[in-house]
């Protein structure tokens, strides 16, 4: 479980996740809602950064790229990840940085609300930030496209991304969200999830063994795929390739909250593979880890000591 030498590329949706746990104790006279009454707040990183977040719990060495706005919440994503040991390089744009924000009360999710507007960024300042990636890509053997479908990953932007790491020889793994996969041909392994299968195959896909191995057969061979390994929640995940299908149960004795669960088992799965892990053992690395985040509140991390006592 040493990572310490791998290094990781994050290039996705940037977010912060904030919490605000409390009380609830009686019902507003106002309107027929819960009262909650706050008594502790924590802000997490969330999206790419989580990602980014766990690789660096895990031992490894994580490189984040991404957009945050000139607000609070940019800055203090730029001062937690940095507290985290995580290397940032972000474009600045007018638009709100991405925020999250539950309320908690006991431990039952109230409400979430949303700060964001969808990403635009101006034409001269994404070609200076590629010039950037493109720099960064050559230098790491794994790449990591976080797609939350906020509009970082857009389809020009991926095909630029996966096309230069191909040239260099870095794998890449996709954490996919929307109908268009065209963007994501050439990646190595695609980590959707039950619900995310079902979106791009254009109907609901239950969680059964059968119904996913056969949905993410078509997925493949319509885009031309190498992988797609589908997370199940309860149920564990499922690989799928062209020669053979693979389904882990979870490892999980009790699924709390499955939120994000899809960034753990991306970081683990990357850090396994670039610690030179063939893709089976690779795999039941991150089902592992998966299974300890979701016994944990919210967006979470665990720790290479955690990961090894769990093996």
């Known amino acids: 479980m040493d990572f310490s030498n791998c290094k990781i590329l994050i ?3 940037v977010m912060l996740d904030k919490y605000y746990f409390g009380k609830v104790e009686r019902i507003s006279p106002e309107a027929p809602v819960p009262i909650v009454n706050i008594v502790r707040e924590e802000s997490r ?3 790419a950064s989580n990602v980014a977040n766990n690789i660096s719990s895990l031992g490894g060495q994580a490189i984040l790229c991404g957009a945050v706005g000139y607000d609070f919440f940019g800055k203090e994503i730029e001062r937690m990840a940095h507290r985290k040991g995580i290397h940032t390089e972000f474009i600045k744009t007018e638009q709100p940085t991405i925020t999250k924000a539950r309320i908690i009360g006991g431990r039952q999710q109230i409400v979430r609300l949303d700060y964001e507007q969808r990403l635009e960024i101006p034409e001269k300042t994404k070609e200076g930030f ?4 493109e720099k960064l890509i050559r230098e790491t053997p ?4 976080s797609d939350y479908g ?3 990953i857009s389809e020009e932007f991926c095909t630029f991304l996966i096309t230069v790491a191909k040239q260099h020889g870095v794998k890449v793994i996709v954490d996919p969200k929307g109908q268009n996969w065209a963007k994501y041909t050439g990646a190595d392994l695609i980590t959707p999830n039950v619900k995310e299968l079902g979106d791009i195959i254009g109907h609901p896909v239950d969680n059964d063994d059968l119904a996913v191995e056969t949905s993410a057969k078509e997925i493949i061979r319509q885009y031309g795929l190498e992988a797609i390994l589908v997370t199940r929640s309860e149920k564990g995940m499922s690989l799928i390739n062209k020669q ?3 389904h882990i149960p979870t ?3 009790e699924v709390f909250d499955v939120s994000g669960a899809g960034d753990t088992v991306v970081a683990a799965l990357a850090l396994a593979l670039t610690a030179g892990n063939d893709m089976k053992e690779s795999i039941r690395i991150a089902n592992i ?3 300890i985040v979701v016994q944990k509140i919210g967006t979470a991390t665990l720790t290479a000591e955690e990961l090894e006592k769990a093996m």
Do not use: F, R, Y
């Open 130 to 133: 590629k010039v950037q990636l």
């Open 289 to 291: 880890a998966a299974g």
């Open 244 to 246: 053979e299908t693979m």
């Open 150 to 152: 906020k509009g970082m």
């Open 142 to 145: 794994t790449l990591v496209i």
């Open 11 to 13: 290039v996705g949706d």
């Open 251 to 253: 490892h999980s004795q």
């Open 45 to 47: 990183l969330g999206g």
